[in-house]
């Protein structure tokens, strides 16, 4: 069934891997983290040229992997045609969390501020994980101090000092020549 919704309204926790079995069943690939969480979610919207709502038979977890199944898909050849298509919830859907806690979506667009000296060094463009921890991916715009583009560590109190969400800000200990 297509619905109108608004994409803004929409995150993407995953997409629709290669077909297993001959039944319609699928692996998942989870976006979320930790990948599990996935599991906590029943209503996904995919999106394939426009945006479906498909009924969710199971989602189950064989080894490391996801397998899903979707009700309206019953064989092999007609799963095929949905890989790659990524997968949405609402974001009303995603559990609340305290006041000091965030969910990446809600950092992007945000304007990076060196906290001591007032510099806008950009906005998060994306967050990006290398392995030791999380980055920010900061972007410079027009109102930058320069050009550059940066990645900036999420450690909190080391980096980041404050995130103040109603004016879209980052305070930073971040100089522009790092």
Request: proline share 2%; glycine share 4%; with cysteine.
């Amino acid at each position: 069934m297509i619905k109108k919704i608004n994409i803004e309204n929409l995150i993407c926790i995953g997409s629709i891997g290669k077909p297993k079995g001959l039944s319609g069943e699928f692996f998942l690939n989870s976006y979320s983290y930790p990948k599990e969480n996935i599991l906590n979610y029943s209503n996904f919207i995919f999106e394939n040229d426009s945006l479906i709502d498909f009924n969710i038979s199971y989602v189950k977890k064989i080894n490391s992997k996801f397998v899903a199944k979707i009700e309206q898909i019953n064989n092999r050849e007609d799963i095929k045609k949905y890989t790659n298509v990524l997968i949405y919830i609402l974001k009303a859907d995603l559990p609340e969390l305290d006041d000091n806690n965030f969910y990446w979506h809600e950092l992007i667009g945000m304007t990076i501020v060196n906290e001591t000296k007032n510099e806008n060094l950009g906005i998060v463009d994306d967050i990006a994980n290398f392995g030791s921890n999380d980055c920010l991916v900061v972007k410079c715009t027009s109102e930058s101090i320069d050009n550059q583009n940066r990645l900036i560590p999420f450690i909190r109190d080391i980096y980041i000092k404050e995130i103040v969400s109603k004016e879209m800000l980052i305070l930073v200990d971040w100089e522009k020549n790092y």
